[in-house]
């Protein structure tokens, strides 16, 4: 009866590689945030700004009058004139504030794109781990059946030379009694190391399987 499936040592290293893009898509995030609230900070603090400026310059002008100012055209052409300026003044504040709100927009969907771009290439990237594992998986199961009909002796030869994940790998998916024969005929110091790690596996799978 066969034991459960090895662990992919590149798994860990593909896990790192989403966890950074993920990391990434959130720092976006939290970026596009923090300008978009201190966009809204400055235009309201700029608008209230304008128009306490405009209610001054209305009152400062309503004060004179009360003082006993004279009224005179020249009294009236100041006044528009001020006025007037002051709404210049006013409209080349909205058009900043337009163009940085646009600049915002702008800088809002460049970020949008980019997420779904990575996005994207996370569920890429996902789908190609995962074929390589099937691959590899499908491979493993091949050569496991190869050495479990060999000799014994034959077969530790070869798996003492193979990479030690691999051999861990193949031997998870031998019979038991074919793996302790082929352990048996392998070098002591190399048999000993692979059941060491056989034996580690096993116990994760076994915890694995009864977490709830």
Known sequence: ???????????????????????????????????????????????????????RTVSLQAQKKQQGA???????????????????????????????????????????????ELIALEQRLVALSLEAQRTKDE??????????????EQAARAIEEMDPNLAVAILLRVRKREAGRILGAMDPQKASKISQDLIRLEGDSASSNQAP
């Open 1 to 55: 009866m066969k034991v459960g499936q090895s662990k992919n040592p590149s798994t860990a290293a593909g896990k790192t590689k989403r966890k950074a893009l993920v990391g990434f898509l959130l720092g976006a995030v939290v970026v596009l945030t923090l300008l978009k609230v201190g966009f809204d900070l400055y235009n309201a603090s700029q608008k209230r700004a304008l128009e306490d400026r405009a209610r």
């Open 139 to 152: 491979r493993i199961e091949k050569l496991s059946g190869v050495y479990e009909n060999m000799d014994p």
């Open 70 to 116: 004279v009224a005179t055209p020249e009294h009236f052409q100041d006044l528009l004139k001020e006025l007037q300026r002051e709404k210049q003044r006013i409209s080349a504040k909205e058009v900043e504030l337009a163009k940085k709100e646009a600049f915002v927009k702008s800088l809002d969907a460049t970020l949008q794109a980019r997420a779904n």
